[in-house]
C-alpha cells in the first residue's frame, strides 16, 4: 500500500475512534466537533490549490469531526444531497471491485482514496449549511487560488515556459493538476464575482462591500489574464478546452450578447497565444495531427502513446466488461499484458513500432472507469456527471435567488472544467482534480437546501 495512504487511513482511524468514543459519552461537545469540522473545510479550501498534503489534512479533519458530530448529535441519517444515489452506488461498486481486483494493493490504493473523496463530500454538504458558511469557504479558495495563479504567472516568465518545452507546475509541483485548479478558480472567479445573474444593480455582500469596486475589478481582470496564461504556460490541452468550454456557458447563461463578445474575444485571445508560442500551439494542433507534436523537442510522441493507452483500456473493458479489473488495478494488467493483448502505436520520432512506457495508466478518466469498475460502475458516474450538470440548470433556471443563482453557474462551470479533464489528466482518485469538484458538488447541494432567503432550513431537505 501506498505509504502516504496508510498514513492518512491509520490516522483517520485513530482519530476517529477517540473522537467517537468523546461523542458517545459527552453529546454536549457538538458545537465543538463542528467548528473542528468546519476548520477542517477552511484548511482545504485554503491549501488545496498550494500544498496537497495540507489539504489533505484539513480533509481528515474534516470527516472525523463530523463522524464525531453525528454520534454526539445521535443523528443516524445520511445527509440528502441529491447526487447521494449515484455517488454512493459508485462507491460500493469501487469497494466491490476488491473482490475481484487484479491488484488487490492498488484497489486499496485508488479504493480507499475515492472512499474518503466520498466521505468528504458529506461533511461539507453537512456542515456548510448557511449562506454565511458558505461564502466564507468560497472567499477562502479564492484568496488561495488567486495567490497560486499569481505564482504561477511568474513561474512561467522564469523558466520561459511561453516559448520552450519547460512546462508551468504551478505551487503544487503539478503540470497537469494545476491548470485545471487555474480553471476552477477562473470558473469560480467570473460566476461567483464578477457575473450579475440577476437583472438588478450589483451590490456587494459580506466583506467585499469593504472593497472598491474598481480595485476589485482591475485585481480580478488581472487575475483572470494571469490565469488564462497560466494554462497556456502549462500547456494544458484539456484544461485549455475545459475553460473555454466553461466560459463559453457562463457567458451564455448571462446574456447572449455578452456570449459572443467573449467568442470573438477568446478567438483573438487564441490567435496571440498560437502565434507567439510555438509548444503551445504545437501541443493543440497536434491534436488534430499527431506529427505536429514533433514541433516541440525533447518529447516523446504523446499523442500515439494517448491513443494506444485508450485502445488498451477499451481491450480490458471487452475483456471483463461487467467487473472490470478492478479499482486502481489497470496498471498492473497493463504491464503484464501489453505485449500479448494490446495493439502497437507508431513513434514518429524512433520510426518503430514499440510502447511508450512514460505512463501506464489510461490517460482518460471515462475509459480507466469503464476498465476498472466495468459497465455498471461507468454508468453510476456518468449519472453523478448527468446530475451535476442537470440539477444546477435546474436551479438557475427557477430560482430567483442571486445567491442561489451564482452558486449554480458556479457548480455547471466547474463541472465542465473537470469533465474535460477526466479525458485527459483525472480520474475519480485525483487528489487535487476529483476530489476539489466533489466540494464544489458539496457546496451546490448546500446552497440547493437553503431557502431563497439564505438561512439553515429545517432537517427534512429535499433528495
Known sequence: MNLWLSVKIASLISAAAILIILAIKRTEFGG?????????????????PINDGLAIFGMVAAIIFFIAYKI???????????????????????????IWTYSFKDSLNEGGEIAYFTLFFFAAAGFLNSKKRIDFIVYAFTFSISAAIIYGFFQGFFINALHSPNRLTGPIGNWTGFPVQVSYG???????????FKKESKKLTGILKKIPGKALAVFFGFILFAGFLDIVFAKARSAWFGILAAVFLLMYLK??????????LILVLNIGFFSISKTFKSRIFSMFNPKIYKLELKNHG????????????????????????????????????????????YNPKTGKKLYDLYDDWPENGYMQTLAETGIFGFIALMWLFFLALKMPYKLFRDSGDKFKRKAAAMTMGVSIVFYGSFAGVSNMSNDELSNLWLFFLAVFAAVNALPDSGKIRSNNRRQ
Do not use: C, M, Q
Open 32 to 48: 465543538f466537533f463542528e467548528k473542528g469540522g468546519l476548520s477542517g473545510l477552511f484548511l482545504f479550501a485554503v491549501f488545496i
Open 186 to 196: 477562473l470558473v469560480v472567479i467570473i460566476a461567483y464575482y464578477i457575473l450579475d
Open 302 to 345: 504523446d499523442i500515439e502513446s494517448h491513443i494506444a493507452l485508450i485502445e488498451s483500456a477499451w481491450a480490458v473493458f471487452k475483456r471483463y466488461p461487467l467487473t472490470g479489473v478492478g479499482a486502481g488495478a489497470f496498471s498492473k494488467y497493463f504491464d503484464e499484458h501489453k505485449e500479448v493483448r494490446f495493439p502497437w502505436y
Open 255 to 264: 446574456s447572449k450578447k455578452l456570449f459572443f463578445t467573449v467568442l470573438i
Open 72 to 98: 454526539a448529535g445521535r443523528d443516524k441519517s445520511i445527509t440528502k444531497t441529491g447526487f447521494n444515489a449515484p455517488l454512493l452506488i459508485y462507491a460500493a461498486i469501487v469497494l466491490s471491485s476488491f
